[in-house]
């Protein structure tokens, strides 16, 4: 399956400023999606990013909040706008692994814990 | 619309003992079904995916679920717990058809006593 790295591992941000995480799979995939997993809920989906398209954003997540670059088959970031402390969180990318199969399994990079102060 | 429900945020099982973690789902379709854990200051890694071949799925770890239609569960467990199999659980569900969004549930963390 897939390797992903994900940078920074964690991060220490101040209100008011925005954060760029990045995310670099081993291998050419068509669609990367970026979560978000807080303290003591489920994982859930920011946004679908395809490459030479605009990201796919799920309800209650907007552009101007979380902008995501796909510039190759191989990357994305996404980056946390205006940070406020309700945006401490852990964001995960994730990549479809086993796609031949159609069973849509996820493959899911370490994560990116942002603190927010 | 799909959903899970995971029962109970926090399991506690001694070493050696039997492991249940529940699983609920709601589907319109046939649902696709996954098994995933994350380890401490890791990503989520598949344990096991239930894809509507067999009902009984057998994964990583030793562990299985069983797929029971009837009761619209998806209940993960293994005989014997090991020290090792502390982590944070998650079940999760999506659908046939191409790339289907994939729902997770809240997870549930399990501790294993010596």
């Known amino acids: 399956s897939a390797v992903i790295s994900q940078k920074p591992s964690r991060d220490i941000c101040q209100r008011g400023t925005s954060l760029t995480i990045q995310c670099q799979v081993d291998?050419?995939?068509?669609?990367m999606f970026w979560y978000r997993q807080q303290p003591g809920q489920s994982l859930t989906l920011i946004a679908t990013a395809n490459q030479g398209s605009e990201a796919t954003y799920e309800s209650g997540f907007v552009i101007d909040k979380f902008p995501i670059s796909r510039p190759n088959l191989t990357f994305s970031t996404l980056t946390v706008s205006n940070m406020s402390p309700e945006d401490s969180s852990i964001y995960l990318c994730?990549?479809?692994?086993?796609?031949?199969?159609?069973?849509?399994?996820?493959?899911f990079g370490a994560g990116s814990r942002l603190t927010v102060l | 619309a799909q959903s899970v429900t995971q029962l109970g945020s926090h399991v506690s099982v001694s070493e050696g003992a039997l492991v249940l973690l529940r699983c609920n789902y709601s589907s319109s379709v046939p649902p696709y079904l996954f098994w995933y854990v994350q380890y401490p200051n890791q990503g989520l890694q598949l344990l096991l995916k239930y894809t509507s071949a067999a009902t009984l799925v057998k994964g990583i770890n030793g562990f299985e679920a069983e797929f029971k239609k009837s009761e619209t569960s998806f209940h993960l467990t293994k005989p014997s717990a090991h020290m090792s199999d502390a982590a944070e659980y998650f079940c999760a569900v999506s659908s046939s058809g191409g790339y289907q969004k994939v729902t997770f549930g809240t997870g549930t963390k399990l501790q294993v006593i010596p």
């Open positions: 994730s990549v479809e692994t086993d796609v031949d199969s159609g069973a849509n399994v996820l493959t």
């Open positions: 291998s050419q995939v068509t669609m």
